[in-house]
């Protein structure tokens, strides 16, 4: 049976209460059309995927915060750049 919160989800599931893993932060940025979920909506590689996305006549989506439960939710990773220092275990 899995710890539920306060708010009656599991944990880990729960935007408010679950924890915050070493080296993340409780709110990301994500775009819909992106795989990773950023430290900061003006990081260098968000903006440049952006660029490219442009360049090959991609639409690109506007940048959202989230909370970074609802972003692995989505399966998505940590941006290798903006988390640079995290080591998923
Ligand atoms: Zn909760
Ligand atoms: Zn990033």
Redesign the pocket.
């Known amino acids: 049976m899995d710890e539920r919160c306060i708010h009656d989800l599991v944990v880990q599931q729960c935007v408010d209460c679950a924890p915050v893993p070493e080296g993340l932060v409780r709110f990301v940025y994500i775009t819909a059309g992106g795989e990773v979920f950023?430290?900061s909506s003006a990081?260098k590689?968000?903006e440049e995927g952006q660029e490219y996305a442009l360049s090959v006549g991609m639409d690109t989506h506007p940048r959202r915060r989230v909370a970074l439960a609802e972003a692995t939710a989505e399966g998505r990773g940590a941006?290798a750049?903006?988390f640079w220092d995290y080591i998923p275990r």
Do not use: D, E, F
């Open positions: 950023h430290r990081c590689a968000l941006c750049y903006c």
